[in-house]
């Protein structure tokens, strides 16, 4: 049985992607819940990465820091999309100046063999812990927005072992051995699937799959090694609008627009009209300001972020970065960005 | 007085340029010279990086292997893109596990008043004698290509410091100084066309200009500090054909189609359709394989670069991967993808 939770107050972002008429955009941001803010900062210094994400307390708690700090339109669970690797066995630790490392990655075919389905119930009961918490917490001032990796993202770091500037080696095993690199997709897509169903079930209301690495590979290898697991995921998840993450596959946006998914989330190097007119009206396209803008004086991020509404237009529209805030943003440059979003319907009717 | 040089032999690359009708494409690699070869890694280990490139014996030895190695149907001169800041009075340095550095950056815009456009002849005079060298010794064989990094890549470098995933520091002083930064840019483009000509006054045949981190620009921002100072070297470079490569700037094809340059180097995230229909029949395109897809069976490769030269046409196209060629490469992989060109033709006649 479902918990029941606090009605809904701010329901802009389920309206956009719904494609429901709104009075202007909602607005969040991918790693809202991060670095650039001293309160996250704080629980850093005192706290183990995977600590804060295995503690729904911890997890929570981060998660409202930029609701309440900044006013987005939506909170995004703090958590990894490694945690899926962890589920699936495998041994990842976070080293300093290297980032994410798999300690025992994919090397060879053999090793798919000993990959089960995990119980993710079981295995990562601390996450959906997190979001009835943060459920409980949010009592209904904005939606809770649940995530994972796309299968091709974490397939990379199973099998290149860590970060990567091209994930060679990654590619490498899928342009030698396909089948087997199907085989291991699969297995990624099939407990990405029920992770994200279980977000749901304890109170997820929209989900976002961050498909970071999608842009290192040519258009036929995305259509192979990518966008077939994106779609099973979206085919797939249940009950609340999905919004898919492709970094920089500008190439197949004709594709994702039809691809079922409520939303599409585009980097800054995509024009809105060149998005808009690629991906079709059937879509809620999310972005794509340029992370590093916001290092910008705060008159000229709001000038920029009315001229991005104005371009991507106020429906269908969620109004976010092209990537990732970075962590040497000041707050209040953040919180101009949400600002400037928010004075936008008054800006339009004078 | 211009030293004479045997007349050329293999012309492909510059018939390809001039948009003249060839029977195959030529090919060519970019890092073409480096580290998957067996022979430089042998130097690598005997000589320092700035070594290598500063002294014109082991430049131009470097640069020949590839001809002798592979066959590839130009050479492009073994240098680095930041020699023109070191020109310009920076202390550059290559650090293990890091890369470039540069230990006097732009920090500032005072920093910029003590940089002054020095004489290319004086500074860069090994590049320029190991151009006329490696000239002698190919007797005519393949054309020699020059080269040189964008203005705004080399901007990246003086003003972050260092290599950076988004160069938000040198993205920071162009849009909270932009007069400074075009000040810079200019100061950059004026001495890289200094350079450049200066290249093909030694014998440089075809130049190319490195524009790696160009694709980390949004369209508005590659507009305002990339493209004015590529159409600048363009217009001012004089007597030998151009090829710019302004990596992962798609959305800027329509305008690179019309800057003049006869050349235009693309990633391999590009569809040769979109590219062909974006750039329009001016411009001969120059790609685009996935450097890790050498790392593909060689009957894959064979196979994939026919597929390629399908797509793209055998005329005003050169082969050439989307970046460059990455160290764990085999080397029969590299002479399979040439030999494939090379057996394009009789494929054709079939």
């Not at 990959?115 to 459920?135: E, G, S």
């Not at 087997?180 to 897509?189: D, E, F, R, V």
Request: glycine share 6%; net charge neutral.
């Amino acid at each position: 049985m479902k918990t029941e939770f606090a009605p809904l107050k701010n329901d802009l972002l389920l309206k956009a992607l719904k494609g429901e008429k709104v009075n202007r955009p909602p607005v969040w941001m991918m790693r809202q819940a991060g670095r650039y803010l001293p309160e996250y900062r704080k629980l850093q210094s005192k706290y183990s990465f995977f600590e804060r994400c295995e503690t729904p307390e911890l997890a929570a708690e981060i998660t409202m820091q930029p609701i309440d700090i900044i006013g987005t339109d939506a909170a995004i669970l703090f958590s990894d999309i490694l945690v899926v690797a962890q589920a699936l066995g495998f041994d990842v630790t976070i080293e300093k100046g290297i980032g994410p490392v798999i300690h025992n990655p994919v090397t060879k075919v053999k090793d798919i063999d000993r990959i089960t389905i995990p119980d993710v119930y079981d295995k990562l009961h601390y996450v959906m812990k997190a979001i009835a918490l943060t459920r409980k917490e949010l009592n209904g001032r904005v939606p809770l927005i649940g995530f994972a990796g796309a299968p091709w993202t974490i397939f990379c770091y199973l099998v290149e072992g860590h970060g990567s500037k091209t994930f060679s080696g990654a590619k490498k095993f899928c342009f030698t051995q396909p089948e087997a690199a199907k085989k291991l997709l699969n297995i990624i897509a099939e407990t990405t699937i029920a992770y994200l169903n279980a977000q749901v079930e304890a109170g997820a209301q929209a989900l976002q799959v961050f498909d970071s690495w999608s842009g290192l590979l040519a258009p036929e290898d995305f259509n192979e090694f990518s966008f077939p697991y994106l779609k099973r995921i979206v085919k797939e998840v249940m009950g609340v609008p999905v919004i898919l993450f492709p970094k920089s596959s500008w190439y197949a946006f004709e594709e994702l627009g039809k691809s079922g998914a409520e939303g599409l989330s585009i980097d800054w190097t995509v024009t809105p009209e060149f998005a808009r007119k690629a991906c079709g009206n059937e879509i809620t396209l999310q972005g794509n300001y340029d992370p590093s803008h916001l290092l910008s004086p705060v008159t000229t991020i709001k000038m920029e972020v009315h001229e991005m509404i104005r371009r991507f237009g106020v429906q269908r529209y969620i109004v976010n970065l092209g990537h990732g805030i970075l962590p040497d943003i000041p707050v209040d440059h953040a919180r101009a960005f949400v600002d400037a979003v928010k004075s936008y319907e008054e800006v339009k009717t004078v």
